[in-house]
């Protein structure tokens, strides 16, 4: 006996530390080569994405388990908080009712909703325009352009215009700002057959999906700053709309990444809880 213990106690304590050692390492051997190409992306969102490759090695995680992992490997991500304003809709053109408000959204490509974004380049300031499709979260346009005119909303409108998949009926969802109510962008929706649709207040609540698609461009991909100037800024967007298409599941699509998802129809099992109202309008991931 040692220590009032077996000597097979001894030695199973010593192997049950040292098998949970080498779990450990495989976990973080997994979640770093995620992070690769999804350098920000949260916990939850990490146990969905480990579970099939730790089954080949036989291993079981909880999420909290994974929580308690990276935050002692100094893994977790800080959250960040947006400052620029991006939206004027103090201005004599004409706006548009919400059409959305009530609507139960079913199928890809019924809704897009569209928002700009800033991005801190060095001594500047990009805006990043995006269309995000409600159903399935795909970004179908972007555009990034070092000023606030209407014309990186007609880029990244024209980009998912030439991006869609199918011919049913549409409505576009915005702010009323300026770049959405102005003709040349009014006349895009128009010619396309693409109905028009408003917040009516300034709230994001009101245009919550964008915003989030927004968040997590930003915080998970890294995108509130760049120093690489606004060439190589575009391709690192370009990069990472694709891996956030193609790869990141989102937990308002049943885990599904946006790509998956634009290809179904019929309503998509939510994978979070509702906690609080305004929590369960912006939790869309």
Not at 21 to 35: A, F
Not at 37 to 51: A, D, E, N, V, Y
Not at 130 to 154: E, F, H, N, P
Not at 235 to 258: F, G, V
Request: charged share 25%.
């Amino acid at each position: 006996r040692l220590f009032g213990k077996t000597r097979h106690a001894y030695y199973d304590h010593q192997w049950r530390v040292q098998d949970e050692g080498l779990r450990d390492e495989v976990v973080l051997q997994h979640v770093l080569e995620i992070r690769k190409s999804q350098k920000r992306i949260g916990t939850s969102k990490l146990h969905f994405m480990l579970q099939e490759p730790l089954k080949e090695h036989n291993i079981s995680i909880g999420r909290d388990y994974l929580f308690d992992l990276i935050r002692d490997h100094g893994l977790l991500i800080r959250q960040r908080k947006r400052k620029a304003i991006t939206t004027d809709s103090r201005h004599w053109m004409h706006k548009y009712n919400n059409l959305i408000q009530q609507l139960q959204i079913c199928r890809p490509e019924q809704v897009w909703v569209s928002d700009i974004t800033y991005i801190r380049l060095p001594g500047q300031w990009g805006y990043l325009s995006l269309v995000t499709d409600a159903y399935s979260k795909k970004i179908m346009g972007w555009a990034i352009r070092i000023d606030l005119s209407a014309q990186g909303c007609q880029d990244a409108l024209q980009m998912a215009v030439d991006n869609r998949k199918y011919k049913s009926e549409l409505i576009h969802h915005s702010d009323r700002g300026s770049q959405y109510c102005c003709k040349n962008y009014v006349d895009m929706l128009v010619s396309n057959n693409i109905a028009i649709s408003m917040t009516q207040t300034g709230s994001p609540y009101d245009n919550a999906i964008a915003e989030r698609v927004n968040g997590i461009l930003k915080a998970e991909f890294d995108l509130y700053a760049s120093n690489v100037g606004i060439d190589n800024t575009r391709k690192k967007i370009a990069e990472s709309i694709k891996t956030y298409n193609q790869l990141r599941p989102h937990a308002s699509c049943d885990y599904l990444t946006p790509e998956q998802a634009h290809l179904i129809d019929g309503p998509l099992k939510k994978r979070w809880k509702d906690k609080k109202p305004y929590e369960a309008k912006l939790q869309l991931v």
